[in-house]
């Protein structure tokens, strides 16, 4: 992670730069990398790959190669193509002096898993995705930032200055004094609602109170002193965003684990302000985190930056632009939504969300579209079809960067969130090849994978473990052995 700079112009280079050190690329100043690909166009879309369906999702998962082999040893032939994808959802100090290139890829990954459906997203926040496409499409496609010394023009001193703020704010740790004196609290009037079968989606006011990590709630302020009606423990539970802006709702559902299974609760907040606050602190009560986490008010302003992209703009100077729009509007949403629109309906509504990011630089625009894919329910989860031992019929599991959960092939409604945290060991029989993992409190699960090889699943767990390990200092080294010890094979 130490910035190197440039031979060549002597600007800031990205140490993923050194990945082609032997390779042509480097003679052509690997720039070419940091710049995306003009949009595909809606025909050649249609033809890739669709899943319409979690068990279509497991499929996307399969062709991972073995990191403890060498590409020959897994029959990789010359001239072979491979995909280079980022293959752990944990995205280390992303810095947009240095990261052009890791930007740059990491932005066409999500493109690429938006626009096939890989993940899934409400038409509102497709809007946004497509309105980010074009703004960094036309922003590409400009003689401004063809010159890429000119985009990269910083000043060393400012440059290491400016990577300073960003180790010491990303390097404020847990034990600040501040954690340990005074955690911050949230008090306010929220509505709450628990699925019953035929029941109809009441909500009901309660008086709450989020400490820690967890949401304590009380029938009205004054009775805050005495017991509350139930309290709320989030470390290891699900936070899914119930959101929709036009209609002003602003909804948090939280799939809290218990003995037997996931508890379900709806929280509705009042307005934008109220909800990035309780949503930040949900995501962060689920991580572990409170309030005081240097993580709390960057993850609120995030959420906020999201809902006002969400916002609706009048349509005056829309309508003038759409004849300007030079570029087919389908190019930059789904297949699927493309279908539902007309063409100009469809490009009144790209430009009218374009309106929120229009004045937004190149590498912004695409860090705001990393961050909006990272807020996405699905985000991060990697999906494969298992048999769990005893169990008569086939379950999904969903692994993530702290956590593997059972989810329900034919519903998909999560059954049990399993914390590696809370992980004592795990181990994989190879003759019959089958997964085994022991946690806290006497629970273990054993299960085959369907969808592709055990040893895929056992070097997702082993990484995000690894990663898991690693400290906020950028200059340490990366533990190459530690890697595959934890993700290797039989050996």
Not at 49 to 68: E, I, M
Not at 124 to 151: G, N, R, V
Not at 320 to 346: G, W, Y
Request: charged content about 25%; proline content about 4%.
């Amino acid at each position: 992670m130490t910035p190197t700079y440039d031979p060549i112009n002597g600007t800031p280079a990205s140490s993923t730069m050194t990945w082609f050190s032997d390779s042509p690329l480097t003679e052509q100043n690997c720039s070419i990398l940091a710049f995306s690909q003009p949009p595909q166009s809606p025909e050649a879309l249609a033809d890739m790959y669709q899943p319409r369906s979690l068990v279509d999702k497991t499929k996307l998962n399969a062709g991972w190669l073995d990191s403890s082999r060498s590409l020959m040893e897994q029959g990789i032939q010359e001239d072979e193509q491979l995909l280079l994808r980022f293959k752990y959802y944990t995205f280390f100090d992303l810095n947009p002096k240095y990261d052009a290139v890791r930007i740059n890829q990491l932005y066409e990954q999500a493109r690429w898993a938006i626009l096939l459906e890989e993940i899934d997203c409400t038409e509102e926040e497709m809007m946004i995705f497509a309105a980010l496409q074009y703004h960094i499409s036309k922003l590409s496609l400009s003689a401004e930032t063809q010159d890429f010394t000119h985009e990269s023009e910083v000043d060393e001193v400012e440059a290491a200055l400016s990577n300073l703020e960003v180790t010491l704010e990303g390097g404020k740790m847990d034990n600040t004094l501040e954690d340990i004196t005074d955690i911050p609290q949230l008090a306010d009037n929220l509505k709450l609602f628990r699925p019953k079968k035929l029941i109809l989606k009441a909500f009901k006011q309660y008086w709450f109170i989020f400490k820690d990590t967890s949401i304590a709630y009380f029938k009205n302020k004054e009775l805050e002193q005495g017991e509350p009606v139930e309290k709320l423990n989030l470390r290891g539970c699900e936070v899914v965003p119930d959101v929709n802006v036009a209609g002003r709702k602003f909804g948090i559902k939280l799939l809290i684990p218990v003995a037997d299974g996931m508890n379900e609760v709806y929280l509705r907040c009042d307005h934008e302000n109220q909800y990035a606050q309780w949503m930040a602190a949900c995501i962060l009560a689920s991580k572990g985190k409170t309030m005081a986490d240097s993580s709390y008010q960057p993850e609120v302003l995030n959420i906020l930056s999201f809902l006002r992209m969400k916002n609706r703009n009048s349509a005056s100077q829309v309508a003038s632009n759409i004849e300007t729009m030079d570029i087919n509007p389908e190019c930059f949403v789904s297949p699927r939504c493309a279908k539902k629109h007309k063409s100009k309906q469809l490009a009144a509504r790209i430009l009218e969300a374009h309106q929120n990011v229009a004045q937004m630089p190149l590498v912004e625009a695409k860090l705001r579209f990393i961050q909006a894919w990272q807020s996405l329910p699905e985000f991060g989860l990697t999906y494969y079809l298992v048999r769990f031992k005893g169990s008569k019929k086939d379950d999904i599991l969903g692994v993530s960067y702290n956590r593997l959960i059972r989810i329900d092939a034919t519903t998909g409604i999560p059954i049990t969130t399993w914390r590696f945290t809370n992980m004592k060991q795990w181990n994989v029989n190879w003759e019959i090849r089958q997964v085994a993992i022991e946690f806290d409190q006497n629970v273990s699960i054993a299960f085959t994978c369907l969808s592709a090889d055990c040893k895929i699943v056992h070097e997702y767990i082993g990484g995000y473990i690894f990663l898991s390990t690693r400290s906020k200092d950028q200059n340490e080294t990366l533990d190459e052995d530690l890697f595959h010890k934890l993700t290797g094979g039989q050996d």
